[in-house]
């Protein structure tokens, strides 16, 4: 069974990170996180018409709550927070 | 007779409730004073004594536990409290005891988090993002079983005394909810 949102939340998988263009490894907890993703579901009372399933978005660094269930990872955004969407 | 106004509630609390505690069948004492934890210290259940459309004269509900902890801001004399009719009223106790939520509260259990490893019971933890409905009252999207998501630690334990016996649940408010499985 899949999560899906609730209200004005939306969830994203974000982007995997790449490594440094730098070729330099760093470890994972010291990598800046991208702030892209692709929105997984979406609460029922979003009002905004590109958020939809599938589509990509960028939000705001350092926002959002994560929550991994069922071996994935998905950080959950409220509405306002998406800066931009694509599709 | 005193009238509740700004569509609150008058509730009559008992300040001593949570005075004899019985836990496994033993009853004791508490030491009420010294304990620094509110949400065990301060009494939580009310009589309501002038109600409306959803909470009758003579409901036992269960309230936020700062409401009767004095000095309170609702006290208005003797056993009598005005208390506001918002989400900190969390539900009407039955004859036995069990909550029946109101206001938006939903009654869960919290999910313990999973090991790969075996963990003493004493050093096992729960997880502070989701919880399990059992009872979502008037919230009608969610089920009982399902499990839901809620904001890192919206999980509100609330303690009350049932003649004497402790009992503990715990509550997620419908505005704390950020997705559900299924």
Redesign the interface.
């Known amino acids: 069974?899949?999560?899906?949102?609730?209200?004005t939340?939306v969830?994203i998988i974000r982007d995997e990170t790449k490594s440094e263009q730098s070729g330099l490894l760093i470890p994972g907890p010291s990598r800046e996180k991208p702030h892209t993703g692709t929105i997984h579901?979406f609460g029922d009372k979003v009002t905004d018409m590109d958020i939809k399933v599938r589509n990509r978005a960028i939000f705001h660094k350092g926002i959002g709550?994560e929550?991994e269930?069922g071996g994935k990872a998905y950080l959950?955004v409220q509405e306002h927070e998406i800066i931009g969407t694509d599709d | 007779m005193i009238k509740a106004a700004n569509s609150k509630l008058i509730v009559r609390a008992d300040p001593t409730q949570k005075n004899e505690i019985k836990i496994g069948g033993v009853v004791m004492t508490a030491a009420l004073l010294f304990e620094n934890n509110y949400r065990e210290k301060s009494p939580t259940v009310g009589v309501v004594v002038q109600g409306n459309e959803c909470l009758k004269e003579g409901d036992v509900a269960l309230f936020h536990h700062n409401h009767f902890y004095q000095p309170s801001p609702y006290w208005i004399g003797d056993d009598l409290f005005s208390v506001p009719f918002n989400k900190t009223i969390f539900g009407v106790l039955d004859e036995s005891g069990n909550i029946t939520p109101m206001c938006g509260n939903i009654i869960c259990e919290r999910v313990p988090v999973e090991y790969a490893m075996p963990v003493p019971v004493e050093q096992q933890k729960t997880h502070i993002d989701r919880a399990r409905v059992i009872n979502p009252g008037q919230v009608i999207p969610y089920k009982p079983g399902e499990l839901i998501f809620h904001r890192p630690h919206a999980g509100y334990d609330i303690v009350y005394n049932w003649f004497g016996e402790e009992r503990r649940v715990t509550k997620v408010h419908e505005d704390m909810v950020i997705g559900v499985v299924g």
Not at chain 1, 1 to 7: D, H, K, S, V, Y
């Open positions: 069974m899949e999560p899906r949102a609730t209200g939340y969830w579901s709550q929550i269930y959950i």
